[in-house]
């Protein structure tokens, strides 16, 4: 007797990214995330705040590396991240549509975060150009002001937006050598976890990106008061009063980019990167 | 390992003094309020003494302002800015402030000898780098007023309103250059409050602003203490804070302002590594060390408060830094001899002290050199300590005096290693006679400012500001206009 059963497709496991490695979240707890007739797409790992601590060692490791990286090659490592989306093109696609972005909407998205990679690794060796400079002081030294990665930065992605937003604010900090812990959005979670694979196989450092899901209001504490961050990016309004506080015991760095249109041109600029860099002046005597 | 070449300065021969003149300055009895371009009376009509920290005479006593003058004081800010201000085309806002950077130059020897006095600083550097750099700094901005869409391609740079500044005791009138002339350059209307231990250049200063001719209300200056930062700082109709001071206020400020939207500058504390390498000129090399911490009585955030030696030149420098120190004079900070001053307040002493004694305690080696101090005032002799580690807290605090924390290293990468650990990172310092190993400590060192093969040295255009808990943004150059400034597409 043959079997008429049509093949039973292979579901995916969300997990997490923590130095370039997919765990589950060590605290073995998970979210249902449903569709609009509340049936189950996926259990998405609920990160921990313990997670997010491991995140932060990883990225502050692999921070030495990344921020004297040539600035040549994170521009070919951002483009090879481009290259590996556009080749995935469809399932991120498919994967939008699934959460409950309409299949035009999911197409220029993916479109627009593709496009968006390709805007930030063309920039990696012209910011510097642009924003860096020699003073010219009046004394007897030569002087000049270059930018240098703030370090590790925390991001809280857009809930809304959850493969644009989340790639429009992780471009532009790595792209100057920052390492970052990304929360990704609560509400669509699954594309991260999936840029995660992406990046994974782009060439980029472990440790570099470490993306996690969870619930924002568990965590958006603890990716702000942590010491050994060095910035911090918001884009919900509500919890920028609350991020700036617990910002201040090591005098974070905090960015606030709420009410952006990630889908529009005026949400990709240099100044973006710059958010999350420091300028650095260094003196020299100008003598024999 | 004594020097035999060695200048017997305090042996063989004495400097005759050689005291600057206060004849020609005037400082009033009693200071009001500079608010809405005329001076007034507090609201609650109270003032506190400002003294000479040399002699602990009082030399004038200030308004105390309260929230309701900080208010005042704001509602002058707003109304020049919505008023006259704003409206003004850039190029005569800038005219306004080259005005004040003259009138400061000529009236430079009368402002060096006042800032002496109120701080206790030595009038060499007094005259020969607070003041012209002050007016040096007003000469920069004013040039950027019209010039302001070349800073910042793709967008067009919009003033905030009012700042609300906050300046230190060390460099009084230099710092309130640092804060006035970019806000005002910006288009920005200004409320500042000088430190209560040296109000008086501010005073001056405010008369520098009236007699330039600047539309009431442009500038407004309170003075008074915490409360009175704590009134500006909590002020709805106040749109940037910049504050210079503590880390433990920057914190306060930052968590103060939290949800505002206040936009916000803090140059905060230091720890700065000095980094002297065996390849190094080493005479030039002591000579910064010196520079690096005790400029300044080490009143400076970015002293160079923790030296480090490699190990097979240490025994030599710090021999050649104890005979250097054995140098330095210390006294009557208008005596142009002067190489260290008064500490700035008694409390700043006691704070100093304190660290001294907690130096002992860990079990580090101090030595100090054997100058006599005068009887009256606040007085802290040159202070070095060896034998200490990473964990102590003379090591890991900043104690804003002549202290000097000496560590050794062997190798490139454990003097890195040691310098970035701290919380701090505003600036660092770096001395080799090797290019390539400059640049590779210039990049490696976390923090905003580095000086190789020098030290202590500022600029108008040169930025300045801190990574870490050293501070937010910039000050100075082009990088320092930002901080007030929008930035719209």
Known sequence: MTSTTARVPVAKTYKIYIDGKFPRTESGRYFALKDSSDSIIANVCLGSRKDFRNAVVAARKAFAGWSSASAYLRGQILYRIAEMLEGRHEQFVSELVTQGVGKRAAKKETEATIDRLIYYAGWSDKYQQIFSAVNPVSSAHFNFSVLEATGVVSIIAPDDSGLLGLVSNIAPAIVGGNTCVVLASEKLPLCAVSFAEVLHASDVPAGVVNILTGRREELTGQFASHMDVNAIIVTDNDVVKEVQISAADNIKRVIARADTKWESDGAQHPYLIQDTQEVKTTWHPIGS | ?489
Request: hydrophobic share 40%; with cysteine.
């Open chain 2, 1 to 489: 390992m004594e020097n035999q070449n060695k200048l017997a300065f305090n042996d063989g021969w004495q400097y005759a003094p050689a005291p600057e003149s206060t004849d020609h300055i005037t400082i009033d009895k009693q200071y009001g309020l500079f608010i809405d371009g005329k001076f007034s009376a507090p609201d609650e009509g109270r003032y506190f003494e400002t003294i000479n920290p040399a002699t602990e005479e009082p030399l004038s006593s200030v308004a105390l302002a309260t929230a309701s003058d900080v208010d005042r004081a704001v509602k002058a800010a707003r109304k020049a800015y919505k008023g006259p201000w704003s409206r003004m085309k850039a190029a005569e806002r800038g005219k306004y402030i080259f005005r004040i950077a003259r009138i400061l130059q000529e009236r430079a020897r009368e402002f060096a000898t006042i800032e002496s006095l109120d701080g206790g600083k030595p009038i060499r550097e007094s005259r020969d780098i607070d003041i012209p750099l002050a007016a040096a700094h007003f000469f920069y901005y004013a040039g950027w007023a019209d010039k302001l869409e070349y800073a910042f391609p793709g967008r067009t740079p919009k003033s905030l309103g009012v700042a609300g500044q906050i300046i230190p005791w060390n460099f009084p009138l230099l710092m309130a250059s640092w804060k006035i002339a970019p806000a005002l350059a910006c288009g920005n209307t200004v409320v500042i409050k000088p430190a209560e231990t040296t109000p008086l250049t501010m005073m001056k200063l405010a008369e520098v602003i009236r007699d330039a001719g600047l539309p009431d209300g442009v500038v407004n200056i309170v003075t008074g203490a915490g409360e009175t930062g704590a009134a500006i700082v909590d002020h709805p109709d106040v749109d940037k804070i910049a504050f210079t001071g503590s880390t433990e206020v920057g914190r306060i400020i930052q968590r103060a302002i939290a949800g505002t939207g206040k936009k916000y500058t803090l140059e905060l504390g230091g720890k700065a590594a000095n980094i002297i390498f065996a390849d190094a000129a080493l005479d030039q090399a002591v000579e910064g060390i010196v520079n690096g911490i005790f400029f300044n009585q080490g009143h400076v955030c970015c002293a160079g408060s923790r030296l480090f030696v490699q190990e097979s030149v240490a025994d030599e420098v710090v021999q050649r830094l104890k005979e250097r120190m054995e140098t330095l004079i210390i006294g009557d900070p208008l005596d142009k001899n002067t190489d260290i001053g008064a500490i700035n307040s008694a409390s700043q002493l006691e704070t100093i002290e304190s660290y001294l004694k907690i130096g002992k305690e860990e079990g580090a080696e101090m030595h100090q050199s054997s100058c006599s101090v005068p009887d009256r005032g606040y007085w802290c002799r040159p202070t070095i300590f060896t034998g200490v580690s990473q964990s102590n807290r003379i090591v890991q605090e900043e104690i804003f005096g002549p202290v000097l924390a000496i560590q050794t290293f062997r190798t490139l990468e454990e003097g890195i290693t040691k310098a970035n650990n701290t919380p701090f990172g505003l600036s660092g310092g770096v001395w080799t006679d090797k290019g390539s190993k400059i640049f590779k400590m210039t990049q490696q060192i976390r923090a905003g400012v580095i000086w190789a093969n020098t030290f202590n040295k500022f600029d108008p255009t040169s930025p300045f500001g801190g990574y870490k808990e050293s501070g937010v943004g910039r000050e100075g150059g082009l990088h320092g206009l930002g901080a007030y400034l929008r930035l719209e597409a």
